[in-house]
């Protein structure tokens, strides 16, 4: 019988350790499996790269991860911290100490999608002839320039959901769904947090991620922040 | 007549945009727009995040925290709306599939280059989001900002001093003071502010600016608060 539902977060998480690469879904407060990652910042994996397209919601409600020094390279579209203030990721960033790779939000749903469908790289003129367009190929297509480039896969994604089956389909509500699909495509081992692990499958047309995708599937009262759009 | 307030800028924006587009709007002033869309037009807004048919911020007993915009606002969604992942999302932007793209500015140059991404701020992290994207892949780039800085810099200029978000991508600008749109000859300017010399905005903007021949008045009814 497939049950991919685990009973505790150590097995939910199990298998992240130095050097792994997490996918980690989630935009304007929604979508992001805050209990997990409160998890992921009591263990001690170090030398992480994390993949998210707005640093902040992680180190608002993690802040140790990157107290600590545990990432070492980071790739997302936002890296700017709320307010007038360097926090200490951007700290970190300017000395030198954390490597930041930032890239255009399409460009980089898309280099996640292409990682879980195969795709090991594309052509797009998004980016070309700007500076983070610089240092990579360029071809003309149709008249257009564009800039190569190449997918992206990873260890592990962590993504809330609304609901999932005991076959790790899931179903998202609202703007929860993000990056979620593409992440969970991406990735080896992909986490579904959700407040409903159920028994009962999902209906076949209402699923937003096919449960070939999911690895783990745990049940979990949402940890966000009250106020967690403005993370 | 005043140079135009944000939210007459946004108005002002909000005049051109047809029955029946998809448009996207960014942070800051083209989020006003949504505001001063004509009451007799049916428009349908889209979110980076994942959403065709955004309505109007919720109010204190709708709100609910799965429903959010770009901009992580608590939002509703309006009759006909369509919610989808990020892939989705710009592969409507990047596939064409947008008619208009609302973005704040920088700067622009008279071939059409953008820059509002990154404010070389030397003590913060950088931030791009959707705007490489949304440049590239809309039907029509349009541009509210200030005329000139604070400081009385131009921002239509020759070449942008900041870096780019898209070569040569800009149709539209829509400042304080004029209307204008970037041509392949350079900057042309369809509206200008009621009661303002030409070589007034001429001196005001860092590159030549042509006038089209039905130059018209740029006007704005008292909106917002300003």
Redesign the interface.
């Known amino acids: 019988m497939i049950d991919k539902r685990v009973e505790t977060i150590e097995a939910a998480l199990d298998g992240i350790g130095d050097g792994s690469s997490i996918l980690v879904s989630g935009f304007g407060g929604t979508g992001i499996a805050f209990a997990l990652i409160r998890a992921l910042e009591n263990m001690t994996a170090r030398d992480l790269t994390l993949i998210l397209n707005g640093i902040r919601f992680v180190d608002g409600v993690a802040p140790r991860i990157f107290g600590d020094r545990r990432v070492s390279k980071v790739i997302c579209s936002a890296a700017r911290s709320r307010g007038r203030d360097t926090s200490i990721y951007e700290r970190q960033w300017l000395d030198g100490e954390l490597d930041i790779e930032m890239v255009p939000q399409g460009t980089f749903a898309e280099r996640i999608r292409a990682g879980g469908a195969g795709v090991q790289a594309f052509y797009t003129p998004t980016a070309a002839g700007t500076q983070l367009g610089e240092g990579k190929e360029v071809r003309e297509f149709n008249g257009k320039t564009c800039v190569l480039e190449t997918a992206i896969t990873a260890d592990f994604a962590l993504i809330r959901a609304a609901r999932a089956d005991r076959w790790g389909n899931v179903r998202f509500r609202g703007a929860q769904g993000n990056f979620g699909l593409a992440m969970a495509m991406a990735a080896r081992t992909t986490v579904i947090e959700t407040g409903a692990a159920t028994d009962d499958p999902i209906e076949p047309d209402g699923i937003h991620i096919p449960g070939i995708y999911v690895q783990r599937v745990i049940e979990l009262e949402d940890a966000s922040p009250s106020n967690a759009g403005g993370l | 007549m005043q140079p135009l307030s944000r939210h007459q800028i946004a108005w002002r924006a909000a005049q051109d945009l047809l029955e029946g587009t998809y448009v996207n709007l960014g942070l800051g002033m083209p989020l006003l727009v949504a505001n001063y869309k004509p009451a007799d037009r049916e428009l349908m807004f889209h979110?980076?995040?994942?959403?065709v048919g955004v309505g109007p911020l919720a109010t204190e007993n709708e709100i609910?925290?799965?429903?959010?915009?770009?901009?992580?606002?608590?939002i509703t969604l309006r009759p006909g709306a369509a919610?989808?992942?990020?892939?989705q999302?710009?592969a409507m932007?990047?596939g064409g599939h947008l008619d208009v793209t609302l973005l704040g500015g920088f700067e622009v140059s008279a071939s059409g280059d953008l820059a509002n991404w990154?404010a070389k701020m030397t003590?913060?992290?950088?931030?791009?989001?959707?705007?490489?994207?949304l440049v590239?892949?809309a039907k029509s780039v349009r541009i509210t900002m200030q005329h000139t800085t604070k400081d009385g810099a131009a921002r239509l200029v020759e070449t942008c001093s900041y870096?780019?978000?898209?070569?040569g991508v800009v149709d539209r600008v829509y400042t304080d003071l004029a209307v204008v749109d970037v041509t392949g000859d350079g900057f042309v300017v369809r509206e200008i502010l009621d009661g303002l010399p030409r070589d007034e905005l001429q001196a005001r903007s860092g590159a030549t600016l042509a006038f089209a021949e039905d130059c018209g008045v740029l006007t704005a009814p008292d909106v917002g608060a300003g």
């Open positions: 979110s980076e995040n994942g959403i609910d925290t799965d429903f959010v915009d770009a901009g992580s606002q608590m919610l989808f992942d990020s892939s999302a710009f932007i990047r990154d003590h913060k992290g950088q931030l791009v989001g959707g705007a490489m994207d590239t892949g870096p780019l978000t898209g070569v």
